[in-house]
Structure formats: C-alpha cells, structure tokens
C-alpha cells in the first residue's frame, strides 16, 4: 500500500478510471473499476475467463463505451471519445492484421491513416522492424506468409508505428506455445524498458503478470480485488482468491485458535481467519507450527521437488523442496512446518 | 484402384455431354453462321467476315453501347443499394436477417415479365398506381417516365438487385469483426476503413455480383421492352430482329459472338483474380 502510493507520485498519472463501469443487459462485467496508471508504468490486469478483463480494455481502447464512471488522459476526460481519435493502441488475442496486405503495409497502416508520406512511412516501418527484432526482408512478405511469433511482432510493431501513448495488449500471447511466449515475455519487458511508453497488459496468467508487471491489478467478477506491485500480491494477498490465483498455495483455516487441519494451535497473534502459507514455505523440520504428514504424491520440477502432503485429518497440502528429495518416498510421512512469520493472513 | 478404373470420367459424363450439345454446339453452329454470306440459311464452307464488318458500318455499335452502359449503370447502382443494405444485414438486423433477405428472394421466383408488368402498371401516367394514388390522395399530378431508357434502368436495378446483395452478403460477412475494430484503433475513420478494410476483404463477394449483374444486364432485353418502350434498342433487341424479323442469321450470329467476345473480354481478366477458396473458407 505504501509503496504503491510512492510508485503513483513519482511520476504523472497518464491515465485514471473512476468508477468505470459496464453493463450488458443485465449483467456487469466490469463494476466500478478505479485505477491511477503513472506514466511508463507496466500494469497487467489478471482475472480468470469472465472476469471482465477483456471488456476492461475494450473500455479503455475506445472499442466500448462505459455505462458510468470516467476516464481520463493526463487530466482530460475521454471517455466519449472514440478509439481513432485516442492516442491509445490495442494489440488484440487474435492479433486482427490485415490478412490481405503485407508486413510493411501493416505496419505502416496508422501512419497512412493520418496522411505520413510514402517515403517516411516506409524509413519508419522498417525502424518498428528492428525493434521488434524482424529484418529489412519482411518488409515485403505478406502477413499470411509469417509464422505465429513473427505475427505477433508485426502486430507489435502496427500498434508501436500509431506512436501511442499507451498501448494495451488484450492476451496477445495465449494462442503460442510455452517455449515462445516466454521469450517474448522477456522481449516486451525489455520493449517496455527501452521506449519508456506505458503498457497495460491483460493476461489469465499471474505468473506472465510476475514476469513483466510494475503493478498487478487482479479482477473478478468485474471487481478490481486488489492492486499492487508482484511482491506485494504475492506476499500480502488480500483475500483467499487472490492467493490460490497465484498458484499452488496452503490455506488453513483458523478455528478457536486453532489450525483443525492439522491439530495445532494457531499463534496468538493471529491476524485474520485463514492463514496462507507459501509451498516453498512449508519445509521438512521442526519449526514454528510443526505437523506430521504423510507424503501422496513427489513431482520433479527440475531444480525443485514439489512434495503433495496429506495431514492426520486428511487435508491437503503442497511443499516445495530445494533439489531431489529422495527421502520424501510416496507413502512415509514426515515432520513439515512453517515459520509464523512467513504466514499472510486474510479474512476472506 | 486404378487410374483407367476411376468413377470420375463416367460421373463427369452426363454433364460432359450435356455441355457439348447445349453449350459448346451451338457456340459452334453461331459462329459457324456469322462467317456465312448475308441472309443465307445454311452452313457452308463459303466463309466471309462481311458481316462483322457490316456490323460496325451499319451502326450496330449503338446498341452494343446502349447495352453496355446499362449494364455498367446497373450493375454501379446495385453495388451502391446492396453495400449498405449487406452490412446492415450481416451486423445489425439479427433475428430479422434472414426474414428480410427471404423477402428480398421471394420476387426471384416470380416470372421477370410479369414483375416487368407489375412496374409498368405502377409507373403508368394518370391512371397508374404511383401517379393515381398520388393524385387521388393529396391532389399531386406528376408525370411518367415509362417508355423512357430511364424507366428500362430502373427495371433493370430492381430486377437485378437480389444479384448483387446475396453475394455481396456473403463477401460481407467474410470481413471479421476484430479487423474493423484493429482499424478503427489504429486511428482510421468510417470511411478509411471501408476504403482499407471492408472493401477489400468483401471484394470476392463484390466481384462476383458485379459479374452476374452485368453479364445478366448485358443479355437483358425484356426491361427496355416492357418498361423502355423501345426508346432505345439494346443489342440484344438488335440480335432478336435480325434473327427474326430481318431473317438475317448470318448477321444476327455475328452481333451474337461480338457480344460473346465482349463479354468474355470484360469478365475473365476479372474471373481470373477471384479468389473462390477465400469465399468457400477452403
């Protein structure tokens, strides 16, 4: 909280929401959505399918219409303003190039939209090219004839050649195998970095929003759960969804004081009623809250094992241990436990 | 299976046949025809080009481009009607798409003469529906255009309308959505993007209605009779009293593969850049 509040007066806020909200017939699917975006920030908004993640950017591109609430870049309101005459750019799921032209061509479209001479728009294409690492020879090539990356990297390079002063990406990388979406990840952290231009991102995926974000916004159900930098999402969960969203997590319930899930007394400063702990956090040893479990499951992660745990009342568990483990046989149980300090308490 | 033993040759034949008699022969008996000398009933090897170039000395061009025009009037008046009423079809009418693209079809199964003659009564002077109704009605008297070239372009625009939206309704809705959107987000108005966008990805559509359209148009004869008055002649006309009431074949045959040429010259540059995969999906 602090820290985020420190992030949003360094630098100008380029683009706010206040209450931006919309509605489909009866149904929300974005309710009430404030953020302040500070210039050259890297914000990706996660939610899972239908969190109304896609209809957030669709709102902030120009593409919908807000039922209520305003938006606002650097001060002036554009909430009616149409998405051709935003100085925003869109990079969608399905890329949407133009199948019928030519990389250069697609490139070169906004330029030719606002009246660039042949000449310039041309010497500026083939600029966008390096940057996102295509040579001078796709100028030419028509999009039809470029594989899944190389479309991706046109499609990056139309919405970089509108010179937008934000660009938003609705899940470009979800249709691309694991392999390439991680090293473009990479590349559109270091695009960020270099052109300093504000990126919001959209994504199902918090480990893609880990990779490349300054700040997390997390949706559900069109509310905005909670915002802040990875750190914090990842360490101060604000609610049981937030944590679980963020992959394999332990959550144990505190009843009378107690954790039932594993027979232990939970600490007396107990500060909410679950308590979350991390799997690379519930460690083979004594520690603070100490348990037996029985080991159900051991898969290899490469560097890591991850050990799936059953407690004497039956409840599951996930730990995460440094290198082979190969004590952790399926079937033997052990003492695992966790530090108090390493618990992120919540409420809900 | 074997090459010699393959089914397609015989599924092929009937239609095979069916071509040679009813298409390839009678180009062929045509042809043959127009190199015979003037008013001659029968086919020799005597051939002579006198009667092509009777035709273009004897003022046969005017007809030729009496049809052409009307053909490229109609066939640029339809493409203007169906542009829009396709893409208010294909995005916004919904549920009642297909019940007003059925009402557009219904008149395609109802005989052209007696639509023809529907129009004619309503365009009638005094009496006729339009001019009738607005006198009874309010008091207004107006004229008539029936028995004009204008009244012929207007039964040719109605009657070949229905060519040209359905398809276009398919062109149109071969244009996605995320395209149009991509557009408009790069910074393009309405109109850059129908000039960058819709209309090139609807273009096989287009094309194939523009082609029907002007090929139907420029072998129409019924609206310059019917609605036209015969204010001017179209070549078809032209060919149709050569045959018979000048007993001219060899004349009338030449004026026929002149418009076989014509036509064939102005389609199949056009036939040869349609793209028919882009429109079945592959």
Known sequence: MTAEAARATDRPVILSLAGLSKKFGDTSAVKQVSIDIPEGEFLTIVGPSGSGKSTLVRLLAGLETPTSGTLKLRGKDITAVPANRRPTALVFQSLALFDHRTVGQNIEFAMKMKGVPADKRKARALELLALVRLSDSYYERPVTHCSGGERQRVALARAFASDPEILFFDEPLSAIDYRLRKTLEVELKELHQRTGRTFVYITHSLEEAMIMSDRIAILKDGDLIQIGTPAEIYRQPRDRFVASFMGEVNILGVEDGTFPDIGHPAPGDAAGAYAIVRPEDLLPGSRDVTAEYAVTQRLMLGSRTQLHLASPSGASFVSEIAGEAEAFEVGTSHAFGFDTDRIAWVDR | ?282
């Open chain 2, 1 to 282: 299976m074997t090459r010699a033993g393959s089914p397609g040759p015989w599924f092929a034949a009937p239609v095979a046949i069916f071509m040679l008699l009813c298409f390839a022969g009678p180009i062929l008996i045509v042809t043959w025809f127009s190199l015979m000398p003037g008013r001659t009933f029968e086919l020799t090897t005597a051939f002579t080009l006198e009667n092509y170039v009777a035709a273009i000395s004897d003022g046969y061009a005017r007809p030729m481009m009496w049809s052409l025009l009307g053909a490229a009037i109609t066939t640029i008046v339809t493409a203007l009607l169906a542009w829009p009423s396709a893409i208010i079809l294909h995005r916004y009418a919904g549920r009642w798409a297909s019940l007003v693209s059925a009402l557009i079809a219904l008149p395609i199964f109802i005989s052209e003469s007696v639509r023809l003659f529907g129009m004619s009564v309503f365009m009638m002077p005094r009496g006729g529906i339009l001019a009738g109704s607005l006198n009874a009605a309010f008091g207004i008297e107006i004229g008539s255009i029936l028995n004009t070239w204008n009244a012929a372009l207007v039964g040719m625009i109605y009657i070949h309308l229905p060519f040209m939206l359905f398809p276009l309704l398919l062109g149109v809705s071969l244009i996605p959505a995320d395209r149009i959107e991509a557009a408009r987000d790069l910074g393009a108005n309405r109109w850059q993007v129908m000039r960058e966008v819709e209309l090139p990805l609807a273009a096989p559509g287009l094309m194939i209605g523009a082609l029907l359209t002007f090929v139907l148009c420029l072998g129409a004869n019924a609206e310059a009779a019917i609605l036209g008055g015969r204010a001017v002649t179209v070549i078809t006309a032209a060919i149709e009293q050569r045959f018979n009431y000048a007993q001219d074949w060899p004349m009338g045959a030449a004026l026929t593969v002149g418009v076989i040429a014509i036509t064939a010259a102005i389609v199949l540059p056009v036939l040869s850049r349609l793209d028919l995969n882009r429109l079945t999906k592959r």
